[in-house]
Structures are given as structure tokens and as C-alpha cells.
């Protein structure tokens, strides 16, 4: 078990992940009701760590808790310093880090009254390689917005994403791209999406889709390199015949797609719009010093 000796956080405790054991009664267990996030960290040009985008990572943490009804009992910068001890005491500097907030023993429907916060940090590669990926459309779709707050990183959602990814690679692909309940294309499994045609890129608006840091990132430095963007809705049928793709993500963070079910994109990866922004962003994580420690 690559994870059970790693220092994790929980309940104002740091320990070895193999002494926690979560409660069988757990409210999330059973029904899905928590949250998380998924945060990296690099490590800087100046040779210090940083959390990318960490306050806005923990923000959201608290505004996805909200959105059903949990109230995180530590504030912004708690959690940062948690997160930044964690990368201290597994001796990490590239890592990822996922915040947990997860509820107690409770069987009705209605939020348990103990909420529980795990932080854990691990070595994890970027989360769909490098290659340029074969995606399908998925026949699973996005839950109607109105289901669910779709902004929120909910426990139970994600069930949607592994069920179109396990039915993605059961076909022999390697990622899924799911439409909402109108037909429009969304986003990926755990990944935003973009495609580019004729200089300008296009990805779904906000409404349906999880509105990824990451996404928000790649839009603001395409926009600073004069790249034209645009948030609209669109068929798939758009998909046939593009430049090029790609999906953003922190777990993900930048990385090209090759074909959309048969359909491949015009261009090579390294002539698109999409590679251009997964170097400047692979620069702009590590330049990042709005709060950088040093860990020897």
C-alpha cells in the first residue's frame, strides 16, 4: 500500500495514514456527502516550493462545503499551513496534495454534525501522461446543473467522471469527453476542455462544467500572449473537423489531444495553440512566488 506510511493530516492530528481509519457509519461513505480538492505543488526557479494557486484551491474547498450545507472548521490560511507542513514532513517539493472534508456517523439523509478534515500529499505524475490522447465521447452525460451545485468538487459526484473513464478505457481510449443533458460538449471526466480552430480557441462556458483553476489560469495567459478565446456552446459535431485540443486540470495540467472518437485533430501538438500554453504554464507554476517556503 504505496499510501499507509505517508504523514498525513486529520482532525488537528499528524500521523501515518495507516493509524486513521475513517468511521464504516460515515455519513460520506454511504452517501457521497463531502468534498476535496486537488492542489500541486512545485518546486520554484528559485529553488523554494510553492503552492500553486493555494489560497484560491482552499476558497473553493469552503465555497464547494457550503454549496452542501458543511461548515469547514478551519480557515483559508489554517489549511494552507497545514498543506505547506505536510510537503515539510513527507520531505516533498513536486507534489500533489488533496484536502478531504468528509462527515461523521449518521444514517438519515440530513448533514451529520461531524465534519472531519483530511489532508494528505503524495508523488503523483501528471495524471494523463504527456502523449497526445485518444478521447471519445462518452455515453454517459454531465448531471443537469440543477441535480447538483455542478461548481462544487462533491464527493459523490465523481462517480459520473469514473464511469466514464473506466467505459473510455474499456474501448481502448484514453480519456472520455462528456455532452450535457442538451447535447452541447462539457468537459472532460476530471478535466476542462478547449479546441482550437482557425487561430482562436473555444471552451464551454461556465454553468455546466466545473470552473477549473487551472482552466481560468490557461484563459488569462492566452489572453496576455494576444491569443483570441472564446466561452460559447457547441455540438460535438464541431469536434470533426478542428486544429487542435486539449484538456487542463490541476491533476492533468496541460496535455494534448490526438483524436476525438475517430476524428483527428489538423495539427500536430507542437504547432497548436494548446502547447504553446502548457510550456508558458509549466513556467508560470514554478515562477510562482506569491508564497514560497524553502524545505531542505
Known sequence: ???????????????????????????????????????????????????????????RLKQSAAAVNIKIPLQTDELEQIAYRLLIENKLTDAYIRPLIYLGEEMSLYPSAQVNVFMGTWQWGKYLGDKPLRVMISSYERPNPKAYPAQAKITGAYINSSLATFE????????????????FVAEGAGQNFFYEKNGTLYTPPIGNILPGITRSTIMQLAKDLGMRVKEELFKPEVLENIDGAFFTGTATEVVGIHTIDRYPVKLNWENTLGFVLQQEYQQFVRAESCQTYTII
Open 168 to 183: 473510455a478505457r474499456q474501448k481502448g481510449f484514453d480519456e472520455a469527453l462528456l455532452l450535457d443533458s442538451q447535447g
Open 1 to 59: 500500500m504505496i499510501y499507509q506510511n505517508l504523514i498525513i493530516y486529520h482532525n488537528g492530528r499528524f500521523d501515518k495514514a495507516y493509524k486513521i481509519g475513517p468511521n464504516p457509519f460515515s455519513q460520506t461513505l454511504h452517501y457521497g456527502i463531502g468534498v476535496f480538492e486537488g492542489i500541486r505543488a512545485y518546486k520554484t526557479i528559485e529553488g523554494g516550493v510553492s503552492i500553486f494557486k493555494s489560497k484560491e484551491h482552499f476558497e
